[in-house]
């Protein structure tokens, strides 16, 4: 399945949203965001395994640039 940007930017924003503090140390449930992803886009056609691939790829995305598309015209550049 190829995500839409809207569904990048959801799961990211799913993904922090869920996440709770435990000890000094944030922890995020891939389960909740998933299921949180199918209540909102219920036709999209994929598996847990997809999500979750898809999920790590856009917070690592997210993280490095500070958004979901790798083409981001306004991110910071690399020194």
Same mark, same amino acid.
């Given at each position: 399945?190829?995500?839409?940007?809207?569904?990048?930017?959801?799961?990211?924003?799913?993904?922090?949203?869920?996440?709770?503090?435990?000890?000094?140390?944030?922890?995020?449930?891939?389960?909740?965001?998933?299921?949180?992803? +199918?209540?909102?886009?219920?036709?999209?056609?994929?598996?847990?395994?997809?999500?979750? +691939?898809?999920?790590?790829?856009?917070?690592?995305?997210?993280?490095?640039? +500070? *958004?979901?598309?790798?083409?981001? *015209?306004?991110?910071?550049?690399?020194?």
């Amino acid at each position: 399945m190829v995500f839409t940007q809207e569904q990048k930017i959801f799961i990211v924003e799913s993904y922090f949203r869920n996440g709770h503090l435990v000890v000094g140390v944030c922890q995020y449930s891939i389960q909740s965001c998933f299921v949180e992803f +199918r209540q909102q886009f219920p036709d999209a056609v994929l598996t847990h395994n997809t999500f979750q +691939r898809n999920l790590t790829y856009s917070i690592q995305l997210f993280c490095k640039i +500070r *958004s979901v598309d790798k083409k981001c *015209s306004g991110c910071p550049k690399k020194k």
